[in-house]
């Protein structure tokens, strides 16, 4: 096994949906740069990807500038509301999702929803490091939008999953037409995402803080009872922030802190390189080990011909069950994401999130860019996958596609193929070993590319794609 060269990367995307692949690969194609491409795909996973994320969510990402070798995060994630006139707040509803054989407390309800942030993070990278018209960069998603998506078998059994939120209200008629609950292969059709993406394209981004959207988004709000006002939406504002960095086999890894912890994490792990399995197994354990688990996510990684990249996370939480009418937008569920809940809510302030986008750099060189899905277990796939790149020699699918483990408290979950002397060590220490019977996207979503390459997981039913230039 080697290790990558030190070629500049090709001209790549990777992502959670083979359409919004295609979607950022496209404008890649036209000339747009790695923000271009990449808002293109956020946009276009707002459609294809709609068990995962949504343009009422949230998000944060990362941009590398080949030109001045430096990275800066863009933090556009859920902000908590309440400025402006209070109103009482609608109860939530509890739900229990099942994670195997597991199930994790949720609530949802439209006093769930924060403040969204994907129009506003999009329309900020685009402005800043963008070069097609804006009405371009909208087409992909919009065309998805008009002509509907097949599902995927990852998202179909997401959709399995959590049915009875995102068939709450309006959903049924998306997600469960006719009664039957969408399988692999079937069509998903929000045809109210034409009009929301038609408005996008003629008001820019600002139409869900101060267009036609944000007067319908305000009205479903009053009418049932949601803690988002006017003033929230006028105060919202995506936030530039320098990255934390970790060096990491002869690497720097530029990334967010937050509650992933990912810098500290890669910190604190030794070298894998030439660890037998049992140890490796209790090695990630140690340092990977967190006490609850929250829902997903998507990812999308993004290097452009110049060198440039951009890592975008987004996510809705679970989904409030409330969908904008006539528009098809669902909308947050983050204020009833438990593992969200920390620290004092101030209104206007952001809340907590795990997503932890990043870069690695030899020098100021781009190796690779990297994000993943999958709520807490996002920082167990991404350390799992950058060591195997970066310390290990791993290629970026071999590294992606290697079974992983993720540790809750004393019980650690393994996918089959997982080595079963490092499941066996595990044991002898005195930890609960959970064998999965197959890849899950509990496992978390990664996608990745670099110098060595492109990758996206399986486990979400991702696809990686280069930009042909011969």
């Known amino acids: 096994m080697s290790r990558p060269s030190r070629s500049a990367p090709a001209a790549a995307i990777a992502a959670g949906h ?4 295609e979607a950022g690969l496209e404008i890649l194609a036209e000339g747009g740069t790695a923000a271009d491409a990449a808002v293109a795909a956020c946009l276009a996973s707002c459609v294809a990807e709609t068990v ?3 343009l009422a969510g949230g998000g944060h990402g990362i941009w590398f500038d080949a030109n001045t070798g430096r990275a800066a995060l863009l933090d556009f994630f859920v902000a908590v509301p309440g400025l ?24 949802v309800g439209i006093a769930s929803c924060g403040v969204p942030g994907v129009p506003a993070g999009l329309g900020e990278l685009w402005r800043r490091f963008g070069r097609l018209p804006w009405a371009r960069i909208v087409e992909p998603a919009l065309r998805l939008a008009r002509s509907g998506v097949s599902m995927p078998p990852a998202h179909a059994r997401c959709l399995a999953m959590i049915a009875p939120v995102l068939t709450m209200r309006e959903g049924g008629r998306i997600y469960s037409p006719g009664g039957g609950l969408l399988e692999a292969g079937d069509v998903l059709d929000q045809p109210g995402l034409v009009r929301t993406l038609e408005l996008v394209a003629a008001e ?10 944000a007067r319908v988004l305000l009205g479903l709000m009053e009418e049932r009872g949601g803690l988002v006002t006017r003033e929230d939406l006028a105060a919202y504002r995506p936030r530039w922030l320098e990255p934390v960095e970790a060096a990491y086999a002869g690497t720097r890894v530029l990334t967010r802190g937050g509650l992933a912890a990912l810098a500290e994490a ?19 354990v140690r340092v990977l080990e967190v006490p609850h688990d929250s829902w997903g996510t998507t990812n999308l990684t993004v290097v452009d011909g110049d060198g440039n990249a951009c890592v975008l996370t987004t996510s809705l939480g679970l989904g409030s069950g409330d969908y904008l009418p006539g528009l098809d937008v669902h909308l947050n569920s983050m204020l009833g994401e438990t593992d969200l809940l920390v620290g004092e809510h101030v209104p206007g302030e952001r809340m907590a999130s795990m997503m932890a986008p990043a870069v690695v750099l030899d020098e100021a060189s781009l190796v690779l860019a990297a994000g993943a899905a999958g709520g807490t277990r996002l920082r167990s796939a991404l350390v799992q996958v950058l060591a195997g790149i970066l310390d290990e020699g791993l290629g970026p699918r071999d590294a992606v596609n290697r079974p992983r483990l993720h540790p809750v408290g004393g019980l650690v979950h393994v996918e089959p193929g997982f080595p079963e002397t490092g499941a066996a060590a595990l044991e002898a220490a005195g930890y609960e070993v959970k064998r999965w019977e197959e890849l899950h996207h509990y ?12 990758a996206a997981d399986p486990r979400r039913s991702g696809l990686a794609l280069a930009l042909d230039l011969g």
Do not use: C, K
Request: charged content about 20%; hydrophobic content about 45%.
């Open 266 to 284: 890669l910190g604190r792990l030794p070298r894998l390189r030439d660890a037998g399995e049992d140890a490796r197994a209790l090695a990630l």
């Open 204 to 213: 820019g981004a600002g139409a869900l803080y101060e267009g036609t959207i």
């Open 84 to 107: 402006g006139e209070a109103r009482a707040p609608a109860p939530l509803q509890g739900l229990e999702v099942p994670f195997g054989e597991q199930f994790v407390h949720y609530s």
């Open 18 to 21: 083979p359409a919004t692949a």
């Open 52 to 54: 995962m994320t949504g």
């Open 443 to 454: 496992f978390g979503g990664v996608s990745i590319a670099g110098r060595a390459g492109a």
